[in-house]
């Protein structure tokens, strides 16, 4: 969930400061991007060394120290944050915060954020007690920072009280919920169309062509979508699964069918997927009442279906256009020339001729394939598993990709 979140840890001076690169750690290990910045006294207890190396970012300390002459460092940090955390927090720092004090890099970068902060104060219990403290935190949270108790214990001070700085993996959890809020969802006001499910082209009332596609591997990318906060739109052929909850479900029959419902979706969407297993033909007549038996066989002559991936491909504007591909055989080769002639940016292959894939079953085994020539595969896991794995992949390679722009 903290996957691309950017976290800038402003670190200021006290003993509880060895616990903030177990912090970074545990925030780098959940996929957040972090930058640490540090005060002077912070500096006396840990090096910035150790925070570049497991943050793998500069750390920031001085304000008159640009490392890039295009942009102003502390303005920089303080807008790329996507939340600033500030642990531990000394009295000295949550005082000066709570009165404007702007005289280092973390407290003129705290000061220029427009990010949510989350505070967690580490100091002898006595000073946690302090009135004036009690008075700046209470400023604070009337300013609507957000505070991460300490918690209670021996305290490096000798004393036992209310003072230690809260654990990191309890921070991590936190700072985690906090991004599972609605707004902070990394597809939040996003729309996301997926189809699902086989087609039905009618043969008569009674009859028509289609096949095993169960829709499984759809609508578990559609349920994924929808729990990372996407608007999200499922189109989907006759199945036998119950909706996901919280998605616009539109029901289609045949590839025509599902052009259209796809077409009307279309130019809003940021990410569509063609999980659907569309019918590439369909009886060129469909008789209006029932076909009798006759003596002898019979033939039903096809017609193709309009490609319905390819005429997106054609209609491309800014959408993150993802096809699925079955195959027997040379499944990586196969997919990535239908990456090409479809024009998408991601196809996901799977060999269905592998015990753990295909139709119906409840998992898969796929590799996904981009235009930028990159090349993931993923071992059996199941569908739902999986469509949280490929969203989670698509998502990164696309961050990757606007960072490089
Ligand atoms: N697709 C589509 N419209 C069609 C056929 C396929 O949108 N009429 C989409 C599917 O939803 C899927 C991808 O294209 O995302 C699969 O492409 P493709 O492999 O070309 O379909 P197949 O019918 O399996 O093609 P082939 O028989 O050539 O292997």
Redesign the pocket.
């Known amino acids: 969930m903290l996957l691309n979140k950017k976290i800038l840890l402003c670190v200021t001076g006290g003993i509880a400061v060895y616990k903030a690169v177990a912090l970074v750690s545990k925030l780098a290990q959940s996929g957040a991007e972090v930058k640490v910045m540090m005060t002077e006294s912070a500096k006396e207890f840990v090096t910035p060394l150790t925070f570049q190396a497991m943050s793998r970012n500069d750390v920031y300390f001085d304000t008159f120290d640009e490392k890039d002459s295009r942009v102003i460092a502390h303005i920089d940090l303080a807008d790329w944050a996507d939340l600033v955390v500030v642990a531990p927090a000394t009295a000295n720092v949550i005082g000066k915060l709570a009165n404007g004090i702007a005289d280092d890099m973390v407290t003129t970068t705290l000061l220029a954020t427009t990010a949510d902060v989350w505070i967690a104060p580490a100091m002898n219990v006595h000073m946690y007690e302090n009135k004036a403290v009690i008075r700046n935190i209470d400023r604070l949270h009337a300013d609507g920072y957000r505070f991460i108790e300490p918690s209670e214990g021996f305290l490096a001070c000798g004393y036992v009280g209310k003072g230690r700085l809260e654990e990191p993996e309890k921070i991590v959890e936190l700072i985690t919920a906090h991004f599972t809020t609605p707004r902070h969802l990394p597809l939040a006001g996003k729309k996301v169309v997926i189809?699902a499910g086989p087609t039905r082209e009618r043969i008569d009332p009674v009859r028509y062509v289609s096949n095993f596609s169960s829709g499984k591997m759809g609508y578990a990318m559609a349920e994924a979508a929808e729990a990372l906060g996407a608007s999200t739109y499922l189109i989907s052929g006759p199945v036998g699964l119950a909706k996901p909850a919280g998605v616009t479900v539109i029901d289609v029959e045949s590839?025509a069918e599902?052009?259209e419902a796809v077409r009307a979706q279309f130019d809003d969407a940021a990410i569509v997927i063609?999980?659907?297993?569309?019918?590439?033909y369909r009886p060129k007549d469909v008789h209006p009442q029932k076909m009798k038996k006759q003596a002898g066989d019979s033939a039903i002559e096809l017609e193709r279906?309009?490609?319905?991936?390819?005429?997106?491909g054609t209609m491309k504007t800014h959408q993150v256009l993802v096809?699925?591909?079955?195959?027997t055989n040379d499944a990586v080769d196969?997919g990535k020339g239908?990456l090409a002639s479809?024009n998408l940016d991601y196809?996901i292959v799977n060999d269905v001729t592998d015990p753990d894939a295909g139709f119906g079953k409840d998992t898969n085994v796929v590799t996904l394939l981009s235009k930028n020539g990159t090349h993931q595969p993923f071992h059996a896991m199941p569908k739902k598993e999986l469509a949280n794995v490929l969203l989670a992949a698509i998502m990164k390679e696309e961050s990757e990709q606007l960072h490089d722009r």
Request: a positive charge; charged letters at 25%; proline letters at 0%.
């Open positions: 189809t590839a599902m052009l063609k999980a659907a297993a569309v019918a590439d279906t309009t490609d319905i991936l390819k005429t997106l096809g699925f591909a079955a195959e196969y239908k479809k196809i």
